[in-house]
């Protein structure tokens, strides 16, 4: 079966037809994903048959992986696979415009979902285009917010002791030492992208505190702009997951929402995430 690439919004989105992930991929396929990864920023396979140890394959074609602080994953021989596993008695804490782990040096180059079990209904996920809310600006805002760099601070999203509740180990010691290793970094507010030189919107809701060149309440007033500027519709897209599907985004230029809908019902859904480089 040929690839076939759909778009799903002019800023953002694509499904990929005709590849099979839990096959070992070919490189005229690899190449093809890379680009659709590129083009739509978050692209998604449906009906795929894959396990962790497959998905981790997958991730590693791209890069190194990282190992979340915080969240429980399928160790010790696959940490790099997390598991966001959420019900009525252990809510989720992605409900929130975020960017993955974008309080590290070097944030993720980019994240792929794989869907195991979900509610009745409900639990879709939403996906912002940094890159089509930054282009969206006036030039005179855009060459404003180019001299600016903004704080990501992993305390933000994780401001006390806390993990998945089947993590077996001490949540204060774990949690302690996260925030030793974690202290808060700074990227530009717009960054860069390595690949396509396309210029993108580099702040998020989850992790980013303040603007380091204005005062606080400048700080508050932009960053208050830039969120909701970022969460318009025409710079989103959302999905309806189904049992089987894997979602892959760049995560260099997306922010995403998970909709915290379906409560009390489970969603389960494993998580690995490719490092990238340090943004410009």
């Not at 778009?7 to 005709?18: F, K, Q, S, V």
């Not at 992930?21 to 396979?45: C, G, N, T, W």
């Not at 600006?137 to 305390?155: I, R």
């Not at 509740?165 to 949690?175: F, T």
């Amino acid at each position: 079966m040929a690839v076939k690439i759909s778009p799903l919004t002019p800023a953002i989105g694509a499904i990929i037809e005709g590849i099979s992930l839990s096959d070992p991929l070919p490189d005229a396929q690899l190449k093809a994903i890379r680009e659709a990864l590129l083009e739509h920023q978050v692209i998604f396979f449906t009906s795929q048959a894959i396990t962790p140890r497959q998905q981790h394959a997958f991730a590693k074609r791209f890069g190194d992986l990282h190992i979340h602080p915080i969240y429980a994953n399928l160790g010790p021989e696959l940490e790099e696979v997390m598991v966001l596993d959420s019900d009525g008695d252990h809510p989720p804490d992605n409900d929130i415009w975020h960017t993955d782990v974008s309080f590290i040096k070097t944030p993720p180059l980019g994240t792929i979902l794989a869907t195991k079990e979900l509610p009745p209904s409900g639990g879709d996920t939403l996906w912002s285009s940094g890159i089509a809310a930054f282009e969206a600006l006036s030039k005179p805002m855009q060459a404003f917010l180019l001299e600016l760099k903004a704080e990501h601070n992993f305390l933000k999203s994780f401001s006390k002791p806390r993990y998945h509740y089947e993590v077996k180990s001490d949540p204060k010691a774990m949690w302690e030492e996260a925030v030793r290793k974690n202290p808060p970094v700074v990227h530009p507010v717009v960054r860069t992208h390595p690949e396509t030189q396309r210029k993108a919107l580099f702040v998020n809701k989850g992790h980013t505190t303040r603007i380091v060149n204005l005062s606080k309440a400048e700080s508050d007033a932009v960053l208050e702009f830039l969120f909701a500027h970022a969460a318009r519709p025409e710079f989103t897209m959302r999905w309806r997951w189904q049992v089987g599907d894997v979602g892959f985004w760049d995560n260099r230029v997306t922010q995403h929402y998970g909709v915290a809908d379906y409560l009390p019902h489970r969603r389960l859904m494993h998580r690995v995430t490719i490092l990238g480089d340090k943004p410009y």
